[in-house]
């Protein structure tokens, strides 16, 4: 498996033109400085989600520098009626590299099913974008046991054919975790981490170089310890990526 950790920023519904000088410039910036002293490697990569609104600008921000921007979700289809929508074409377009599918708040506040998000990260990578894939539980499945069994379908049900270590980011994020300020124990993380390993040897021929995020609560205190876990490729961030100070502190987390 790949060295590097993918830290990624989920902005969500969060942002105003401001931020691009307050946040994205100040991460651009931090990503262009040498990561590793003792050796010519990365410990890591980062990747920003902003707003519809403002990818443009962020992307613009971003330029030549070592900083990915991605989207936070993307549509099925390549154009047409589609009011509101917007398609990966689009987003690869203005040179974003990611998108988002199958976020948790998507699939509860917008009925997105397993076959849905699995259309959304087909129409992803063929448009060129890696694919970020959300996975998770939500708290009355896990207090069932059930977790690891609903995380198994969600990927079988969600990743689509063709999909590769290289077009293709798995982020578990347990659902109860999220902006609550719990965060399931390292032990958890491990055990489901895991899991998901041992899911995509099943799924993909690549499966040990796909990078598997966790998400949750994530922040400049426990980064460290999340990100030294096995089978955690890095971390999908939302709330501590709104501060460029602390989600350069998240990023400082994958040491050399």
């Known amino acids: 498996m790949s060295k590097t950790k993918l830290i990624a920023g989920n902005w969500k519904m969060n942002g105003v033109k401001s931020y691009v000088e307050d946040l994205a410039k ?3 910036e931090f990503m262009n400085q040498k990561q590793c002293e003792s050796t010519n490697e990365d ?3 980062m990747l920003i989600c902003p707003p519809f609104p403002i990818l443009d ?3 613009q921000i971003a330029g030549e520098s070592k ?6 979700d993307c549509h099925t289809a390549v154009s047409g009626a589609h009011t509101g929508d917007t398609s990966a074409t689009m987003i690869k377009d203005i040179e974003a590299t990611h998108a988002i599918v199958g976020h948790s708040e998507r699939r509860a506040d917008h009925a997105e099913t397993n076959e849905i998000v699995k259309a959304k990260a087909a129409a992803a990578n063929e448009a060129g974008l890696v694919s970020v894939i959300c996975v998770g539980e939500v708290k009355e499945e896990r207090e069932a046991g059930k977790e690891i069994e609903v995380v198994s379908k969600q990927l079988e049900e969600s990743i689509p054919a063709g999909a590769t270590a290289e077009n293709t ?8 975790a999220i902006g609550t300020g719990l965060v399931a124990s390292i032990q958890d993380v491990e055990d489901m981490h895991k899991a998901i390993r041992e899911k995509l040897a099943t ?3 690549d ?3 796909v990078k598997v995020l966790y998400g949750g609560s994530v922040k400049p205190a426990n ?3 999340i990100l030294a876990t096995e089978n955690v490729d890095g971390v999908l961030v939302g709330g501590a990526s709104l501060s460029a100070e602390s989600f350069i502190e998240i990023a400082k987390s994958a040491t050399c």
């Open 203 to 205: 799924m993909m021929s």
């Open 57 to 59: 600008r962020v992307v």
């Open 26 to 28: 100040p991460l651009a």
């Open 223 to 225: 980064a460290k310890e």
């Open 207 to 209: 499966f040990e170089n």
């Open 67 to 72: 900083l990915m921007v991605g989207s936070q």
């Open 169 to 176: 980011v798995v982020a578990y994020e347990p659902v109860w």
């Open 43 to 45: 410990s890591y990569e």
